[in-house]
């Protein structure tokens, strides 16, 4: 009766209220036998020994057992009991995330043994893992600890895998991958870049917090989804009984930088690196709850003109741009003056990238049927960057043997965010368990100026080359960005036989309010210095390009898109076990992206008429259709022995909606473009 209550109250959760419910934990499952066959209501104990946390269960009718959702790492100690048998035992069992660990026991009855008890030790490879069907690639903590990382980052270890060509998986673009942590989703869910802090060249969460990653490329099991790159699952380390704490700094300078390559001497560079942190773990409660945090600061400065200086008295050669350095001190010195405005330096400036982060988690050994982890992300990280060129002259805005532009031409990106994410693991008998997740994301995301509001200006060499820039980044204005998640997964296993059922919804409600506006300060384009200077003491319209954006709403109100969905996601499975060799997998998921029908219409876009009587609802948003991915997949141990085995499989997968060509949608339609060349 509780199974069918817990069952129905699932059901009801699923139609009330987008991400994929990821690896989080491993399973150990097998048979206990005994010379008279299989034994049911044998006792089988895993146990943690870092945590002392036990997991304990009983085999049923047929002698299987499974131990599901159980903590990644080890080593474990796997005990069987029996009354009037020998107990068994399996000592120094290492889970790799996503394993399924196969430990098969056979008990002598006591009467006909003589030693105590039977003490065996096992070891299996993370490759040969039967619940794998795809392509994978699991990096274990060993592993991050003692291979060399040049960046620090995920991504140093992602590429481990065979088909790995820096952060895109198969030919396929990172834009499509699906980064999650202890569940939690790591993605740019508006779709501007690969992961969170990707726009300020930051890594979203420590290495020294991570204790695996796994990445699965065509994973033929529909509790993963999502994605259509690669789904990487990582899940961070935890506290245990004893406690232990890191403490690193690196750091990088050009002193200890290599400059000659061949007969080829490197210019120096002045630049500056550090990268800091600390971890730690210990028990709150010995055997039953435990933290673990880790902290981590990164500061990087470096030059910002390419190694270019201006030209001074007429001076050329490598590195100097033909941009004179006394036309740009007299034109620094008319901003001041004539608009007290200042553009910053032209030379020797630097862009800075900075990084706050910290990771926390609290494990809790509720009983020995449930078992809790929070955890908590933080990211505060900013980079300074080159403005765009688009719009610009044909040589843009960047440092190069013509132009030299100032430092209020730059701009500010930030990325910063909090993360909550809460996992329950329940076994309600030895025949079901259930995986319950609940989160939040919290991004934010914005652009500033170091020059303050000023337009664009570029000024031309007289040649048609950009000599100097100066001015608000014309994509900066208003370029705001915030997203909030909540995230709800909730996945029932049912144990029967040779069979494993399981049965899942994943949903999220995202919130978006995106501001985007080009050259809304307004972008101007001179020939010559002399124009400019002509243009703006006489009032002359000596201007080549003039460019702007306006608001149309009540008051000019700045028109910010506010768009929000709804991804619903639901899938069952069976996993058939059809002999010790070989396991086939069938299932069928189905997502359903919903969005809201709040858009603000165009009405003058709306009343146009196109090619074959095309008309347009600009305020429409897309329609609501169902998302069906069936999979199929094997594993087959050929030999039983576990030297060879081939897994493979057939399916459907399906990646996230691209809300930010959504949200240009939404808002389009609240600004007016207007574009002058003049």
Known sequence: MRIKLFTLWMMVLGCAIRVAAQETTSEIQ?????????????????????????????????????????????????????????????????????????????????????????????????????????????????????????????????RLTPTANGTSFGGRSSSYNSLTVNGASFNNTFGLSGTLGGQTNSQPISLDAIEQIQVSLAPYDVTLGNFTGAGINSVTRSGTNSVYATVYGYKKTPGLTGRQVGATKIPKQDFDFNNRGLSFGLPIIKNKLFIFVSGEQQRESAPATNGFTASRNGSSGAGISQAKAEDLEQLADFLRTKYNYNPGAFENYTYDTYSDKVTARIDLNIDKRNTLNVNYYYLKSYRNSVPSSSGAPSNGRSPNTNAMPFFSSSYIINNDFNIFIAELNTRFSNSVSNKLQVGYNRLRDYRSSPGGVFPMVDIENGAGLNMTSFGYEPFTAFNQLNTDTWQFNDVVSVYKGRHTLTFGTQNTYNKFLNGFAPNYYGTYRFKSLADFYESANNGTPLATRYEFRQSTRKGGAFPFAEIESLQLGLFAQDKYNVNEKLTLTLGLRADMPIFTQNFISNTNADALTFRNGQKIETGRAPKNSILFSPRAGFNWDVKGDRSMQVRGGAGVFAGAPPFVWISNQASNNGVDFGSYLI
């Open 30 to 158: 097998g048979l206990v036998s005994a010379s008279s066959g299989m034994l049911a209501g044998a006792t089988i104990t895993a146990v943690h020994q870092p945590t002392n946390t036990t997991y304990t269960t009983t085999s049923r009718t047929d002698g299987r057992y499974n131990l599901p959702n159980l903590k990644v790492g080890g080593p474990y100690t796997i005990r069987v009991t029996y009354v009037g048998f020998t107990a068994g035992e399996r000592a120094d069992v290492t889970l790799t995330l996503g394993q399924v660990f196969k430990a098969d026991f056979t008990l002598t009855d006591n009467a006909a043994q003589l030693t105590g008890i039977v003490v065996t030790g096992s070891r299996q490879d993370k490759v040969f893992n039967r619940n794998r069907t795809g392509s994978a690639e699991t990096v274990t903590r060993s592993q991050i600890e003692r291979l060399p990382t040049i960046n620090r980052s995920l991504q140093d270890f992602t």
